[in-house]
């Protein structure tokens, strides 16, 4: 999972982007970058850390330019410590690309074969960014006639020939220097990307592109639509929009687990308000709850703040139970879902939560969680809520459980890291030491989030081990999992 923003602007884009990145910091913790154009010229700045951390004045003031794009990440390719891992990624040639992505390609292997033995490029990292940088790069020289300038069309052709090439999810925003920004969506639309007008105040045009919407509103900027799958947006410098269809059969199946965890709530990807889908995942879960769990010895439902608090209000409303918050969350400790390493979400666990004596002690607590995924912060959770005296504990999830590798962009690689896999309900409960353990069915979850939408399907594969590019083999898993960096 990463953030990415690009945006064509008539004045200096650095500050925009940045203030963009901040909003989007939630989806990525490891690393940031800015690149911006001035003119042929790109500056870049990328670190590890946090966007607040990472861009002193004087980087700034180096991000010349009016058009630009940033990225936020947290590894799923490459190694974390790694700064040459950072986004976002150059090529010089043709013209001159800077790319930023937010995915996962699944033919790395194939590509880089390819990359080395028939394009002739040359890789420095282990980040699949860089593939498709150069993927790009190596299509668009292709298109490029001597002696003529670019023109969208040629840009397009390009962008068909890396859907051909690449396989995976792919929310990318790239650069060309002198000509304008180039934004596209895998075929399947896995991961979101959102295109995003307004007018200055002499009524010339300012596009971006971003991975939520709330990047949008925060910028002043009308939400035109989200980028459809296999889409691609050109938009010169001089603020001219052009877009096309470049996959052969484009199919919406967007990511669930951005609805059940990944987005902020007061996003809306793909027509579908996060905040919204997440009050019927409370509302799904009730009647699940009900059958299964003894609701009339449960004195209060409790949260774990923050993406749950809308599934726990609808469970406590539809119960009929008194809702509390038990947790108090320290805001200065990041996602411990997206922390590199075992150890370092264990630890982080009780240094993000606490929970209140005064609100446990001699209760029944019903504790609702958007997930269960590797179990380190649900079991940390039901130890704390019984120490500070909870009575009995009933753990749910408003998600289903979570069996499968994503391989598609989120840090679930291997199977033996997901505390449901191979494991049936029962066992999960006695490993996370709660009396009753309750999860999301996955066809409630499947229509909580489409409802009122005209999203059909959803990309669910770590939920049901169905993968909807249709190439990932039991080979390739494990492959992963051999090769996956601690």
């Known amino acids: 999972m990463c953030g990415i923003v690009g945006l064509v602007s008539q004045g200096p884009a650095n500050q925009s982007i940045y203030d963009a990145l901040l909003l989007l910091q939630h989806r990525g913790q490891d690393s940031t970058g800015i690149a911006t154009v001035e003119g042929h010229i790109h500056h870049m700045h990328k670190t590890r850390g946090h966007v607040r951390e990472s861009f002193r004045t004087r980087d700034m003031r180096a991000l010349l330019g009016t058009m630009g794009l940033g990225h936020v990440r947290y590894a799923t390719k490459g190694a974390a410590s790694n700064e040459e891992e950072a986004q976002p990624f150059y090529v010089n040639a043709p013209y001159g690309i800077v790319l930023v992505h937010n995915g996962n390609l699944t033919n790395t292997r194939e590509l880089t074969r390819e990359l080395f033995d028939i394009d002739r490029r040359h890789l420095n990292t282990t980040?699949?960014?860089?593939?498709?940088?150069?993927?790009?790069?190596?299509?668009?020289?292709?298109?490029?006639?001597s002696g003529s300038d670019l023109d969208p069309g040629q840009v397009?052709?390009?962008?068909?020939?890396?859907?051909?090439?690449?396989?995976?999810?792919?929310?990318?925003?790239?650069?060309?220097?002198g000509h304008g920004l180039l934004a596209f969506r895998d075929p399947f639309g896995i991961r979101p990307l959102i295109l995003g007008h307004k007018l200055d105040d002499a009524g010339r045009p300012e596009w971006v592109v971003a991975s939520e919407s709330l990047v949008l509103e925060s910028g002043g900027y009308e939400i035109v639509r989200d980028v459809a799958?296999?889409?691609a947006v050109f938009i010169e410098m001089n603020g001219q929009m052009h877009s096309r269809q470049c996959a052969k059969n484009p199919r919406l199946v967007p990511c669930s687990f951005e609805y059940v965890y990944l987005a902020r709530p007061d996003s809306v990807m793909n027509g579908i308000s996060v905040y919204e889908a997440r009050l019927r995942l409370g509302d799904r879960l009730a009647n699940t709850i009900a059958q299964y769990a003894?609701?009339?010895?449960?004195?209060?439902?409790?949260?774990?703040?923050d993406s749950s608090r809308p599934a726990a209000m609808q469970v406590a409303r539809k119960l009929g139970i008194e809702y509390r918050e038990g947790f108090y969350k320290n805001r200065y400790v990041g996602r411990t879902f997206i922390m590199p390493g075992q150890a370092e979400r264990k630890r982080s666990v009780r240094q993000k939560l606490n929970a209140m004596s005064s609100e446990f002690k001699g209760k029944n607590i019903l504790i609702v969680d958007d997930s269960i995924v590797r179990g380190t912060t649900s079991k940390e959770i039901v130890e704390m809520a019984r120490?500070?005296?909870a009575n009995e504990v009933t753990f749910t999830s408003a998600a289903p459980p979570v069996r499968f590798p994503h391989v598609y962009g989120i840090n679930m690689p291997t199977r033996a890291e997901l505390i449901a896999h191979g494991r049936k309900i029962p066992d999960i409960n006695r490993v996370l030491g709660s009396d009753h353990l309750i999860y999301q069915e996955i066809g409630d979850m499947r229509d909580a989030i489409i409802e009122g939408s005209d999203v059909t399907d959803l990309e669910m594969s770590c939920f049901t081990g169905e993968y909807v590019t249709g190439t990932v083999s039991p080979e390739y898993l494990s492959w992963v999992e051999a090769n996956q960096l601690s």
């Open 229 to 231: 799958p296999g889409e």
């Open 387 to 389: 120490a500070a005296g």
């Open 127 to 145: 980040s699949d960014t860089e593939l498709l940088v150069n993927v790009l790069a190596h299509e668009l020289q292709g298109q490029v006639r």
């Open 294 to 305: 003894p609701t009339g010895d449960i004195d209060v439902v409790m949260p774990i703040p």
């Open 156 to 177: 397009f052709d390009a962008v068909e020939r890396v859907h051909e090439r690449v396989e995976g999810s792919y929310a990318t925003i790239a650069t060309i220097a």
